[in-house]
């Protein structure tokens, strides 16, 4: 069975600073693997997905994430945080099923 | 294209009573999934639903339910409401062909009393 953890609830970076989010998997077979991004009162939004092919994978609005088999990694990284970038992310794992396995999220905060 | 819209955003019942949300996809998406997100439990699959059938399940007592229709909307039901069942429940849809991109809605926001 495949399974996410994520690591740190809550994660603090200045305005400006790099944004680092830790996502490992466990799986299998190679996973097919997502970051969503959840504002407040609203849905979840994808930032980006790893399928197959290239293991650098950019997202939207700057964020990118590199698939590492041998770590079992697909931490999340953004150059330069902007206040508009707080929110809960949360890392997710399918096996090419449209049930998505995810982490428990790991929350946001951008000062300035 | 109008995005995943679920009705009603916002619901207050009491224990014991039944619920029924509803979830329109994306215009062309056939395939439905349900997602209960608790601050305890996090977000967990409920169910998926492919040309009116069930595709998928996840591991929840058989008081939730839903069903698809032939234009693709989809209902979930919750009977005999328990405290727990507060939540956000997610719908989320995904075009045929790409179905490991699910577009989300905004959520049903449920409370039980």
């Given at each position: ?112 | ?29 056939r395939s439905v999934s349900w997602y ?78």
């Amino acid at each position: 069975a495949q399974s996410v953890t994520q690591l740190g609830s809550h994660v603090s970076v200045s305005e400006g600073a790099l944004v680092l989010l830790r996502c490992n998997y466990s799986s299998s077979v190679p996973p097919y693997l997502f970051w969503y991004v959840q504002y407040p009162n609203q849905g979840l939004q994808l930032l980006l997905k790893y399928t197959t092919g290239a293991t650098l994978v950019k997202g939207i609005n700057g964020f990118e994430a590199e698939f590492k088999k041998s770590e079992t990694s697909f931490h999340l990284t953004k150059p330069s945080a902007h206040m508009s970038d707080a929110a809960e992310y949360f890392c997710a794992v399918t096996l090419n099923t449209d049930k998505l396995i995810f982490g428990t999220g790991t929350r946001l905060q951008v000062f300035p | 294209k109008a995005g995943v819209t679920q009705t009603p955003r916002y619901l207050i019942k009491t224990r014991g009573q039944q619920v029924t949300l509803s979830c329109s996809p994306i215009s062309g998406h056939r395939s439905v999934s349900w997602y209960q997100q608790t601050p305890g439990q996090g977000l967990q699959f409920l169910f998926e639903y492919f040309s009116e059938t069930q595709r998928n399940k996840g591991n929840f007592p058989g008081r939730f339910s839903g069903r698809q229709f032939s234009n693709s909307r989809s209902e979930m039901n919750v009977s005999t409401l328990e405290l727990g069942d507060s939540a956000l429940y997610l719908c989320a849809s995904s075009p045929e062909g790409r179905k490991n991109e699910q577009f989300f809605g905004p959520g049903t926001r449920l409370t039980v009393l």
